[in-house]
């Protein structure tokens, strides 16, 4: 039966250690049980994001399970942005995006865009691995940061396992890693749970694409009018672009279309570019020079 989980979560083979514990027991009810509609709806934006995620973690050689990191975290919202500022699938911290030379402004927020905030979420877990050479530390290290992890592991004597840690961890630090083990089993046995699998409206949405250099002034409103895109489904496939605008700046960007509209944008861009910039003028956006955030 459903409650049967500590069984079911030692059938799947994964490098990572799924543990299980009361903790982990209480996510996978409130993921199954409790947000019915919240699950499915990650379950349909599973099929845009774990395909980028999936093929980002094979080419640096991690486990394909930190594809479920994004589902803690964001529940697959690519704008979500936590109390703390954490912002994107894989919830960087501002600071945490510019180490990882993401560009973060009033503008452009690439903790939005998929596939660079993939590439560097990969990145950082990648040079987690290297540090604690332990997955389950990595995941605590990925919340909280290595530096608390670092004096968990001082305060303890040394400790270098996770479980052993628990006590000397943040308490939000705690809960993660079980909530992380529950996405992993919620997610190989929604099935089992009546939870639905539906297609979302975009699914191919980011398969279909490719992207062009693009400067400013543009606006994705002009875009979608000129090229005769849906303007909702332009923005979902630029999240990183916070306010629809790139303004007239020296900062190229790479602007994702469907693959049909790259030679339409070309043939027309200079209607594109000058619509875009009576666009901007019009609704009396102030051109200020991209500022930091």
């Not at 510019?98 to 590439?119: A, F, H, I, M, Q």
């Not at 027309?268 to 609704?283: E, F, H, R, T, V």
Request: hydrophobic share 35%; charged share 20%.
């Amino acid at each position: 039966g459903n409650t049967d989980y500590e069984s079911k979560l030692a059938k799947i083979s994964s490098c990572i250690p799924l543990d299980y514990n009361p903790t982990v027991r209480s996510y996978i009810e409130l993921y199954t049980n409790r947000t019915p509609a919240l699950s499915e709806k990650i379950l349909s934006l599973s099929d845009i994001y774990f395909p980028i995620f999936e093929k980002t973690l094979r080419n640096n050689g991690l486990p394909l399970e930190f594809k479920y990191l994004p589902v803690t975290e964001s529940a697959l919202d690519a704008t979500a942005v936590s109390r703390a500022g954490a912002t994107g699938l894989w919830q960087l911290m501002s600071n945490t995006a510019k180490g990882l030379r993401l560009t973060v402004n009033n503008y452009v927020d690439e903790r939005r865009d998929p596939y660079k905030s993939t590439e560097a979420a990969v990145k950082y877990l990648k040079s987690m691995y290297n540090k604690y050479d332990d997955w389950l530390l990595v995941i605590a290290a990925y919340n909280c940061g290595p530096g608390k992890v670092d004096e968990a592991i001082r305060r303890s004597g040394g400790i270098r396992n996770y479980w052993l840690l628990y006590d000397y961890l943040p308490r939000e630090t705690r809960n993660y890693v079980p909530a992380f083990i529950a996405c992993v089993y919620w997610m190989h046995y929604y099935l089992d749970h009546s939870l639905r699998l539906v297609p979302h409206p975009y699914a191919n949405l980011f398969t279909g694409s490719d992207t062009l250099m693009v400067k400013g002034p543009l606006h994705l409103n002009t875009v979608s009018s000129v090229l005769n895109l849906d303007a909702t489904k332009l923005a979902f496939m630029n999240p990183a672009l916070k306010q629809r605008i790139l303004p007239d700046n020296k900062t190229p960007y790479c602007l994702r279309l469907p693959v049909t509209e790259i030679w339409t944008f070309r043939q027309k861009q200079n209607l594109i570019y000058s619509g875009s910039a009576s666009l901007i003028n019009s609704s009396g956006i102030a051109e200020k020079e991209f500022t930091d955030v």
